[in-house]
């Protein structure tokens, strides 16, 4: 049984592959310090060049697959997202 593959940013949605904290957290939809706290949690790789930090698109997707919790129904391998609570 395979499980689907998510195309969580595509290229051509974004103009660069390596953010700043702050184009990830706005990525992610959370605050600036939500990402520096993932970082220093290493819940977040990142490149770190001076005392600039770097976010590669890579390791953004890496972060979100690892955090996505998806519901199947086997008899059809769609996302079901009524075992969340979230629809029937």
């Given at each position: ?13 974004f ?58 129904n ?15």
């Amino acid at each position: 049984m395979s499980t689907p593959t998510l195309e969580i940013l595509p290229a051509s949605e974004f103009e660069h592959d390596i953010f700043t904290p702050m184009e990830a957290a706005q990525i992610l939809r959370v605050g600036r310090t939500t990402i520096y706290n993932l970082i220093s949690a290493h819940q977040l790789r990142h490149i770190k060049c001076g005392r600039k930090i770097l976010i590669p698109r890579v390791y953004l997707q890496d972060f979100i697959e690892k955090n996505t919790i998806m519901c199947y129904n086997d008899s059809q391998m769609k996302i079901d997202l009524s075992c969340c609570g979230k629809g029937a």
